[in-house]
């Protein structure tokens, strides 16, 4: 990336320094490489920037869930939600973030799926295997976790998942894939020890 820039900056100062009429036929063929290159830069700092906020924003929410409090007028999932979207100054859209809150019986567990006997031996849970229906839905869970901001002592999940939709083709030639670039932070944390007038799941 660094070598592209420096040769679009050498070509436009060769250009600015000539002064015959191909000149601006020349410019005019680099500018918008140029132009299209600088906003690739800015979406790049743009994201990095967004990154950060997520994260700080993903780990106040997660300090304010182990509280067991909830903002006034909304329950405990609404107030991270509603933190995380404060702290990230509207920079992540909200409705297209995919927020996840959930609850495993310990910090080892976070992630992982439910017990199974892997009876053909392929490394993966196929239907009619045996497994341990742990959160009891009847059904083999590839995670374990179950959707909430948890009790008292519980430990929790807390994951985002944003996909950045980039505004330059150009830069999706260097990352992200299908003209997005997604961006992802997670944290588990155990609710801290509250009384039940303190808050609720
Ligand atoms: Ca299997
Ligand atoms: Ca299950």
Known sequence: MKTLMRMLIKKTTALAKKDDG??????????PILAMFLVAIVEFGMIMFSSILMESGLRDASRFGITGRELTGQTRLESIVQIISDRTIGLIDMNAATVDVMVYPSFSDVGTGEDYVDGNANGTYDAGETYTDSNGNGAWDSD??????GDTGDIVLYRISYDWPLLTPFASHFMGDSGAFTLQASIAVRNEPWTASGGGA
């Open 144 to 149: 374990i976790g179950v959707a909430g901001a």
């Open 22 to 31: 191909s000149t601006v036929v020349e410019f005019a063929l680099v500018a």
